[in-house]
C-alpha cells in the first residue's frame, strides 16, 4: 500500500530564516505531487504540483520553491521566511492527474 | 469567481438527523469531483469520489450536477463522529490540478 510521509509535523522559525520541509511517498512509481498551504481558518492553496523528477509548476509567486530531486521526495524551500508563511502545509500525491489525491500529515510552521 | 464554491456553514445538527451540503464550481470541462473530510488540525481525508450517476456509501450520498455545475454530499442518520470540515474538491480540465473548496463545517450535537 502506497504511503506518504512528511516532516518535521511542528516547525517554528524566526522571519528571516530559511526553510526546508520534506514530503516522500512509498509504495508507487512516478505519482504527481503537490504542496498546499492552508492559513488557518482558510482553504487550501495550491503552492506547487509536479509530474515528474525535475519539473515543477508553481501556481502562486511567493517566496516559496519546490523541488523533485527523486521520483517520490518533493521538497518545498524558502531562503527567507516572511510572516505571511505560517499555516499548515500540506503534501499530496496523486496517480494520475485526474484520479484523487492523499495527503500527507501536514507540517504546522509558524514564523515568528 | 472562485473555482469551487461552499457554505461555510457552521451546520449544528443533532444526532441521527439528515444533513446536506452543496458545492458549485465554474469551470463546466471540469473533469473530477470530490469529498474530503478535513478533521480539526488534521489532513484531508478522501471521503468518496462523486461520479456522474451518483454513488453512496454507507449514511454517505454524493451528486453530480453538470447542468447547474454543483456536487452535493448528503449524510443521513448523522453521528457525534461526523463532525468535521467538509472539503468539495473539482479537478480542472488540464488534469493536475485540484481546486478545493474552503470547506463546510459541520457538528453534530448529543
Not at chain 1, 17 to 46: D, H, K
Amino acid at each position: 500500500s502506497q504511503t506518504i510521509h512528511q516532516w518535521p509535523a511542528t516547525l517554528v522559525q524566526p522571519v528571516g530564516s530559511p526553510l526546508s520541509l520534506e514530503c516522500t511517498v512509498e509504495g508507487t512509481s512516478n505519482p504527481n505531487l503537490y504542496w498546499y498551504r492552508q492559513a488557518a481558518g482558510r482553504g487550501l492553496q495550491l503552492l506547487f504540483y509536479s509530474v515528474g523528477i525535475g519539473q515543477i509548476s508553481s501556481e502562486v509567486p511567493q517566496n516559496l520553491s519546490a523541488s523533485r530531486p527523486q521520483d517520490r521526495q518533493f521538497i518545498l524551500s524558502s531562503k527567507k521566511l516572511l510572516l505571511s508563511d505560517s499555516g499548515f502545509y500540506l503534501c499530496a500525491w496523486s496517480i494520475a492527474g485526474v484520479s484523487e489525491q492523499y495527503f500527507g500529515p501536514g507540517t504546522r510552521l509558524t514564523v515568528t | 469567481r472562485k473555482e469551487v464554491e461552499q457554505d461555510p456553514g457552521p451546520f449544528n445538527v443533532p444526532e441521527g438527523a439528515t444533513v446536506a451540503f452543496n458545492c458549485t464550481y465554474s469551470n463546466s470541462a471540469s473533469q473530477s469531483f470530490f469529498w474530503y473530510r478535513q478533521d480539526c488540525r488534521k489532513e484531508p481525508k478522501l471521503l468518496m469520489s462523486v461520479y456522474s450517476s451518483g454513488n453512496e456509501d454507507g449514511r454517505f450520498t454524493a451528486q453530480l450536477n453538470r447542468a447547474s455545475q454543483y456536487i452535493s454530499l448528503l449524510i443521513r442518520d448523522s453521528k457525534l463522529s461526523d463532525s468535521a470540515t467538509y472539503l468539495c474538491v473539482v479537478n480542472a480540465n488540464t488534469g493536475n490540478q485540484f481546486y478545493f473548496g474552503t470547506g463546510t463545517s459541520l457538528t453534530v450535537i448529543p
